[in-house]
Nanobody
């Protein structure tokens, strides 16, 4: 299974950015997909998650600002990020697992998102 992220970059506070993750080597539609992020000197944390049935959940810090979605026809999961804050600056990682599995075992290489104040 290969996950490839894209769409990171630099944006000013209050701006928007969308990151994408294309999956290959798996039956995408039966996977739970997620976005994690890791800021410098901090642990990697869950940002948002979407199941094969499109159930979603979000970290409290991004609720109301970020939206996770998926396009099974394109084997792609998206993270739309609005009202970005400097504290959203991090490397964002895509992750995948089967719905019935408890942990994510497939990871992308990460994409940098930098929010300037």
């Amino acid at each position: 299974v290969q996950l490839v992220e894209s769409g990171g970059g630099m944006v000013q506070a209050g701006g928007s950015l969308r990151v994408s993750c294309v999956a290959s080597g798996t039956i995408f539609s039966i996977n739970t997909m997620a976005w994690y992020r890791q800021a410098p000197g901090k642990q990697r944390v869950l940002v948002a998650r979407i199941t094969s049935g499109d159930d979603t959940n979000y970290a409290d810090s991004v609720k109301g600002r970020f939206t996770i979605s998926r396009d099974n026809a394109k084997n792609t999961v998206y993270l739309q990020m609005n009202s970005l804050k400097p504290e959203d600056t991090a490397v964002y990682y895509c992750a995948a697992r089967r719905d019935y599995e408890s942990s994510f075992r497939y990871w992308g290489q990460g994409t940098q998102v930098t929010v300037s104040s």
